[in-house]
């Protein structure tokens, strides 16, 4: 069974940054898209960014030219590099992964345990 495993959140002072890691673990053929979601309380978790895996990205409006999503597919992680961070940044973070192929099965839609991101002075 694939597992994501998160690090990287804390707190950081606005227009500090962070970077978030997520990797996934198990015999993992391949990982089709891999993405980040935040979460506050009292809100739908939504979208902050997505990237297949030929490396195309997507971007949340309010993160594009902040934040910026890459993947390492031999190490099968996803990192979000978070730059000039707001307080309205202030959230849990989610790893996602959409579709992965293991040596033995096909899992959807997973998600890694969330680690809190806070901004704040």
């Known amino acids: 069974q694939v597992q994501l495993v998160e690090s990287g959140g804390g707190l950081v002072q606005p227009g500090g940054s962070l970077r978030l890691s997520c990797a996934a673990s198990?015999?993992?053929?391949?990982?089709?898209?891999m993405g980040w979601y935040r979460q506050v309380p009292g809100k739908q978790r939504e979208l902050v960014a997505a990237?297949?895996?030929?490396?195309?990205?997507n971007y949340a409006d309010p993160v594009k030219g902040r934040f910026t999503i890459s993947r390492d597919n031999a190490k099968n992680t996803v990192y979000l590099q978070m730059n000039s961070l707001k307080p309205e940044d202030t959230a849990v973070y989610y790893c996602?992964?959409?579709?992965?192929?293991?040596?033995?099965?096909?899992?959807?839609?997973?998600w890694g345990q969330g680690t809190q991101v806070t901004v704040s002075s």
């Open positions: 996602n992964v959409d579709r992965v192929r293991t040596f033995t099965s096909v899992e959807y839609n997973l």
């Open positions: 198990g015999s993992i053929f391949n990982i089709n898209v």
């Open positions: 990237i297949t895996s030929d490396g195309s990205t």
